[in-house]
Nanobody
Framework: QVQLVESGGGSVQPGGSLRLSCATSGTMFSMYYMAWYRQAPGKQREWVATITSSGRTNYVDSVKGRFTISRDNAKNTVYLQMNSLKPEDTAVYYC???????????????WGQGTQVTVSS
């Protein structure tokens, strides 16, 4: 079972930037499709971005042009660079993944603790 440790969150003003990291413990990380998700207070967890094992990326429309997902297979780590942050980006951010596919949110066996991102003036 892959363990996930998210970090890098914090409090920033609108327009600011943060870089989130997700360190994983599993082997064969390079084969994993990895994704970032977020959950705002009172809302369901939602998908934010995906990076495939070959490096293809995809984003939810609300973050396109502002967020960038990347990976370092040598470090078993996936990143989320977040620029031009907005108050509506405030949420707990989580990562997760699976070999060669992304699962529906409800099908993952476990999650990390997440990292809090707060965007406020």
């Amino acid at each position: 079972q892959v363990q996930l440790v998210e970090s890098g969150g914090g409090s920033v003003q609108p327009g600011g930037s943060l870089r989130l990291s997700c360190a994983t413990s599993g082997t064969m990380f390079s084969m994993y499709y990895m994704a970032w998700y977020r959950q705002a207070p009172g809302k369901q967890r939602e998908w934010v971005a995906t990076i495939t094992s070959s490096g293809r990326t995809n984003y939810v429309d609300s973050v396109k042009g502002r967020f960038t997902i990347s990976r370092d297979n040598a470090k078993n780590t996936v990143y989320l660079q977040m620029n031009s942050l907005k108050p509506e980006d405030t949420a707990v951010y989580y990562c997760n993944g699976q070999k060669f596919k992304i699962l529906p949110i409800g099908e993952y066996d476990s999650w990390g603790q997440g990292t809090q991102v707060t965007v406020s003036s």
